[in-house]
Protein backbone atom coordinates (compact mmCIF):
# COMPACT_ATOMS: atom_id res chain seq x y z
CA UNK A 1 0.00 0.00 0.00
CA UNK A 2 2.64 2.31 0.54
CA UNK A 3 4.39 2.20 -2.30
CA UNK A 4 0.93 2.47 -4.19
CA UNK A 5 0.87 6.08 -2.49
CA UNK A 6 4.44 6.53 -3.38
CA UNK A 7 3.02 6.51 -7.06
CA UNK A 8 0.13 8.69 -7.61
CA UNK A 9 -0.71 7.50 -11.11
CA UNK A 10 -0.97 3.83 -10.60
CA UNK A 11 -3.16 4.84 -7.72
CA UNK A 12 -5.28 6.50 -9.44
CA UNK A 13 -5.60 3.41 -12.04
CA UNK A 14 -6.29 1.07 -9.78
CA UNK A 15 -8.83 3.31 -7.43
CA UNK A 16 -10.90 3.52 -11.46
CA UNK A 17 -10.00 0.27 -12.43
CA UNK A 18 -12.30 -0.85 -8.47
CA UNK A 19 -14.40 1.31 -9.22
CA UNK A 20 -16.00 -0.19 -12.35
CA UNK A 21 -15.55 -3.85 -10.40
CA UNK A 22 -17.65 -2.18 -7.58
CA UNK A 23 -20.46 -0.77 -10.19
CA UNK A 24 -20.42 -4.13 -12.28
CA UNK A 25 -20.92 -6.05 -8.74
CA UNK A 26 -23.63 -3.71 -7.58
CA UNK A 27 -25.52 -4.50 -10.95
CA UNK A 28 -24.90 -8.56 -10.43
CA UNK A 29 -25.43 -8.40 -6.84
CA UNK A 30 -29.45 -9.19 -7.20
CA UNK A 31 -28.61 -12.28 -8.78
CA UNK A 32 -25.22 -13.18 -7.13
CA UNK A 33 -24.93 -13.63 -3.47
CA UNK A 34 -21.34 -11.05 -3.70
CA UNK A 35 -22.27 -8.50 -0.90
CA UNK A 36 -19.44 -9.43 1.37
CA UNK A 37 -16.97 -8.98 -1.35
CA UNK A 38 -18.29 -5.22 -2.10
CA UNK A 39 -17.72 -5.24 1.90
CA UNK A 40 -13.59 -6.74 1.23
CA UNK A 41 -13.25 -4.05 -1.74
CA UNK A 42 -14.75 -1.21 0.22
CA UNK A 43 -12.46 -1.88 3.37
CA UNK A 44 -9.21 -2.00 0.63
CA UNK A 45 -10.53 1.37 -1.17
CA UNK A 46 -11.94 3.98 1.67
CA UNK A 47 -8.30 4.05 3.92
CA UNK A 48 -6.34 5.31 0.97
CA UNK A 49 -9.02 7.71 -0.26
CA UNK A 50 -8.75 9.22 3.07
CA UNK A 51 -5.11 9.32 2.55
CA UNK A 52 -5.82 11.20 -0.61
CA UNK A 53 -8.26 13.71 0.86
CA UNK A 54 -5.63 14.60 3.64
CA UNK A 55 -2.72 15.03 1.48
CA UNK A 56 -4.58 17.46 -0.72
CA UNK A 57 -6.72 19.47 1.64
CA UNK A 58 -3.91 21.90 2.29
CA UNK A 59 -3.45 22.63 -1.43
CA UNK A 60 -7.73 23.22 -1.11
CA UNK A 61 -7.27 25.43 1.74
CA UNK A 62 -4.60 27.43 -0.12
CA UNK A 63 -6.59 27.92 -3.39
CA UNK A 64 -9.69 29.28 -1.72
CA UNK A 65 -7.02 31.73 0.62
CA UNK A 66 -5.41 33.12 -2.97
CA UNK A 67 -8.90 33.16 -4.48
CA UNK A 68 -10.53 35.26 -1.61
CA UNK A 69 -7.40 37.14 -0.79
CA UNK A 70 -8.81 40.77 -2.48
CA UNK A 71 -12.25 40.40 -1.04
CA UNK A 72 -11.25 40.41 2.39
CA UNK A 73 -8.53 43.00 2.18
CA UNK A 74 -11.70 44.89 1.15
CA UNK A 75 -13.63 44.03 3.99
CA UNK A 76 -10.66 44.76 6.43
CA UNK A 77 -10.51 48.52 5.00
CA UNK A 78 -13.97 49.27 4.90
CA UNK A 79 -14.21 47.76 9.00
CA UNK A 80 -10.79 50.40 9.54
CA UNK A 81 -12.66 52.98 7.96
CA UNK A 82 -16.05 52.36 9.69
CA UNK A 83 -14.19 52.21 12.93
CA UNK A 84 -12.58 55.50 12.35
CA UNK A 85 -15.54 57.27 11.75
CA UNK A 86 -16.32 56.00 15.12
CA UNK A 87 -13.52 57.32 16.84
CA UNK A 88 -13.95 60.88 15.36
CA UNK A 89 -17.39 60.81 16.18
CA UNK A 90 -16.02 60.29 19.88
CA UNK A 91 -14.35 62.40 20.50
CA UNK A 92 -16.30 65.27 18.65
CA UNK A 93 -18.60 64.28 21.17
CA UNK A 94 -16.29 64.97 24.08
CA UNK A 95 -15.05 68.00 22.90
CA UNK A 96 -18.73 69.22 22.37
CA UNK A 97 -18.91 68.44 25.87
CA UNK A 98 -16.28 69.88 27.09
CA UNK A 99 -16.63 73.18 25.22
CA UNK A 100 -20.31 73.39 26.96
CA UNK A 101 -19.38 72.84 30.57
CA UNK A 102 -16.72 75.74 29.59
CA UNK A 103 -19.22 77.74 28.34
CA UNK A 104 -21.98 76.61 31.49
CA UNK A 105 -19.64 77.67 34.00
CA UNK A 106 -18.47 81.01 32.22
CA UNK A 107 -21.85 82.08 32.98
CA UNK A 108 -21.88 82.00 36.19
CA UNK A 109 -18.22 82.69 37.77
CA UNK A 110 -18.41 83.05 41.27
CA UNK A 111 -15.66 84.71 41.70
CA UNK A 112 -16.23 87.87 39.40
CA UNK A 113 -20.09 88.34 40.36
CA UNK A 114 -19.83 91.97 40.33
CA UNK A 115 -18.06 92.54 36.97
CA UNK A 116 -19.73 92.40 33.89
CA UNK A 117 -18.11 89.91 31.35
CA UNK A 118 -17.43 89.40 27.26
CA UNK A 119 -17.23 86.38 26.73
CA UNK A 120 -15.08 84.77 23.96
CA UNK A 121 -13.55 81.85 21.83
CA UNK A 122 -10.15 81.04 21.49
CA UNK A 123 -9.50 80.88 17.77
CA UNK A 124 -5.75 80.88 17.88
CA UNK A 125 -3.29 79.73 20.16
CA UNK A 126 0.26 81.70 19.40
CA UNK A 127 2.73 80.72 22.05
CA UNK A 128 6.36 81.18 20.67
CA UNK A 129 10.02 81.53 22.21
CA UNK A 130 9.14 85.22 22.07
CA UNK A 131 5.98 85.87 23.96
CA UNK A 132 3.36 83.40 25.27
CA UNK A 133 -0.32 84.70 23.94
CA UNK A 134 -3.86 83.77 22.15
CA UNK A 135 -6.29 85.30 20.36
CA UNK A 136 -9.65 85.20 20.89
CA UNK A 137 -12.77 86.41 18.38
CA UNK A 138 -13.90 89.73 20.17
CA UNK A 139 -12.58 93.14 19.69
CA UNK A 140 -12.95 96.62 20.54
CA UNK A 141 -16.18 96.57 18.47
CA UNK A 142 -17.81 94.07 21.52
CA UNK A 143 -16.06 96.78 24.10
CA UNK A 144 -12.77 95.07 24.96
CA UNK A 145 -10.02 97.50 26.04
CA UNK A 146 -6.03 96.40 26.44
CA UNK A 147 -5.57 95.98 30.00
CA UNK A 148 -8.95 93.53 30.48
CA UNK A 149 -8.53 90.63 32.44
CA UNK A 150 -9.10 87.59 31.07
CA UNK A 151 -10.57 84.47 33.34
CA UNK A 152 -11.17 80.92 32.61
CA UNK A 153 -14.10 79.18 34.29
CA UNK A 154 -11.41 78.15 36.88
CA UNK A 155 -9.59 81.56 37.42
CA UNK A 156 -7.14 83.99 35.37
CA UNK A 157 -5.68 83.20 32.74
CA UNK A 158 -4.14 87.09 31.47
CA UNK A 159 -4.92 90.47 30.51
CA UNK A 160 -5.38 91.71 26.60
CA UNK A 161 -1.90 93.31 25.09
CA UNK A 162 -3.75 94.39 21.65
CA UNK A 163 -7.25 94.75 20.10
CA UNK A 164 -8.40 95.01 16.98
CA UNK A 165 -12.21 95.87 16.24
CA UNK A 166 -12.15 92.16 16.00
CA UNK A 167 -9.70 90.03 17.52
CA UNK A 168 -7.67 90.97 21.01
CA UNK A 169 -4.42 89.42 22.02
CA UNK A 170 -4.13 87.81 25.29
CA UNK A 171 -0.85 87.53 27.30
CA UNK A 172 -0.64 84.43 29.01
CA UNK A 173 0.58 84.29 33.08
CA UNK A 174 3.41 81.80 32.21
CA UNK A 175 4.83 84.65 29.82
CA UNK A 176 8.15 86.08 31.20
CA UNK A 177 7.41 89.45 31.14
CA UNK A 178 3.75 88.71 32.97
CA UNK A 179 3.39 89.41 36.70
CA UNK A 180 0.40 89.17 38.95
CA UNK A 181 0.58 90.42 42.55
CA UNK A 182 -0.82 87.66 44.98
CA UNK A 183 -2.47 87.12 48.24
CA UNK A 184 -1.03 84.14 50.41
CA UNK A 185 -4.63 83.13 52.12
CA UNK A 186 -5.22 83.22 56.04
CA UNK A 187 -1.92 85.35 56.42
CA UNK A 188 -2.18 88.47 54.66
CA UNK A 189 1.15 88.84 52.93
CA UNK A 190 1.13 89.61 49.20
CA UNK A 191 3.95 88.35 46.43
CA UNK A 192 4.31 88.61 43.07
CA UNK A 193 3.93 85.90 40.51
CA UNK A 194 6.10 85.45 37.91
CA UNK A 195 5.98 83.62 34.48
CA UNK A 196 9.30 81.85 34.10
CA UNK A 197 7.87 80.04 29.99
CA UNK A 198 6.45 77.62 28.44
CA UNK A 199 6.31 74.35 30.71
CA UNK A 200 7.79 75.85 33.80
CA UNK A 201 6.48 77.56 37.14
CA UNK A 202 5.33 80.43 38.04
CA UNK A 203 7.91 81.92 40.87
CA UNK A 204 6.09 83.57 43.55
CA UNK A 205 8.55 86.25 45.04
CA UNK A 206 8.64 88.93 47.69
CA UNK A 207 6.80 86.76 50.47
CA UNK A 208 8.53 86.95 53.72
CA UNK A 209 10.32 84.20 55.25
CA UNK A 210 8.11 82.20 57.54
CA UNK A 211 5.01 82.93 56.27
CA UNK A 212 2.75 80.20 56.11
CA UNK A 213 2.30 78.58 52.73
CA UNK A 214 1.20 75.19 52.26
CA UNK A 215 1.34 73.07 48.53
CA UNK A 216 -1.94 72.66 46.99
CA UNK A 217 -3.21 76.37 48.10
CA UNK A 218 -4.75 78.81 45.98
CA UNK A 219 -3.38 82.19 45.45
CA UNK A 220 -5.71 85.21 44.88
CA UNK A 221 -4.60 88.37 43.01
CA UNK A 222 -4.16 91.26 45.74
CA UNK A 223 -5.41 93.99 43.67
CA UNK A 224 -3.50 96.53 45.35
CA UNK A 225 -3.14 100.41 44.67
CA UNK A 226 -1.60 100.35 40.88
CA UNK A 227 -2.37 96.55 40.48
CA UNK A 228 -2.99 95.20 37.17
CA UNK A 229 -5.88 92.99 38.17
CA UNK A 230 -8.92 93.38 40.27
CA UNK A 231 -8.63 91.62 44.07
CA UNK A 232 -10.13 88.20 44.52
CA UNK A 233 -9.60 86.40 41.36
CA UNK A 234 -8.11 83.26 41.58
CA UNK A 235 -4.87 83.34 40.10
CA UNK A 236 -2.44 79.95 40.85
CA UNK A 237 -2.01 76.84 42.90
CA UNK A 238 1.12 76.63 44.82
CA UNK A 239 3.07 73.27 43.85
CA UNK A 240 6.29 73.51 46.05
CA UNK A 241 7.51 75.49 49.23
CA UNK A 242 10.86 75.53 50.73
CA UNK A 243 12.58 77.83 53.48
CA UNK A 244 16.45 77.54 52.13
CA UNK A 245 18.48 79.14 55.42
CA UNK A 246 19.53 82.27 55.36
CA UNK A 247 17.22 83.11 51.99
CA UNK A 248 15.28 86.87 52.79
CA UNK A 249 12.48 85.29 50.79
CA UNK A 250 10.55 82.06 50.77
CA UNK A 251 10.94 80.11 47.60
CA UNK A 252 7.50 79.27 46.27
CA UNK A 253 6.45 77.69 42.81
CA UNK A 254 3.21 77.29 41.40
CA UNK A 255 1.17 76.62 38.59
CA UNK A 256 -1.86 78.70 36.37
CA UNK A 257 -5.31 76.84 37.45
CA UNK A 258 -6.01 76.61 33.75
CA UNK A 259 -4.62 74.32 31.06
CA UNK A 260 -3.91 76.39 28.36
CA UNK A 261 -4.04 73.35 25.88
CA UNK A 262 -7.66 73.03 26.65
CA UNK A 263 -8.81 76.87 26.82
CA UNK A 264 -11.81 76.75 24.46
CA UNK A 265 -13.60 79.54 25.96
CA UNK A 266 -12.66 82.60 27.84
CA UNK A 267 -14.68 85.64 29.67
CA UNK A 268 -12.81 89.52 29.11
CA UNK A 269 -13.64 91.19 32.52
CA UNK A 270 -14.67 94.44 32.05
CA UNK A 271 -12.03 96.59 34.13
CA UNK A 272 -9.39 98.54 33.49
CA UNK A 273 -6.50 99.24 35.79
CA UNK A 274 -6.80 102.74 37.54
CA UNK A 275 -10.35 102.48 35.99
CA UNK A 276 -11.93 99.71 37.65
CA UNK A 277 -14.97 98.60 35.98
Known amino acids: MSRLLERPRVTLVVLILLSVSLITINFNATRFHIGSLKGVVADVVNPTRSALDDAFRPLANSYHGIVSFPS ?7 LRSKIGALERSHYEDIGAVNALNQLSRLTNLPFATTLGSIPAEVVQMTPSNLQLTFVIDRGSAQGVKVGNPVVGDAGLVGRVVQVTSSTA ?4 LTDPSSTVGVRIPKSGQVGAAVGQGTGAPLLINLVVPGTPVRKGAVLVTSGLQGELFPPGLPAVRVTQVSNPSGDLQESIRA ?6 GELQYVAVLKWVPGGGA
Open 72 to 78: DQREIAR
Open 169 to 172: TVLM
Open 255 to 260: VPLVNY
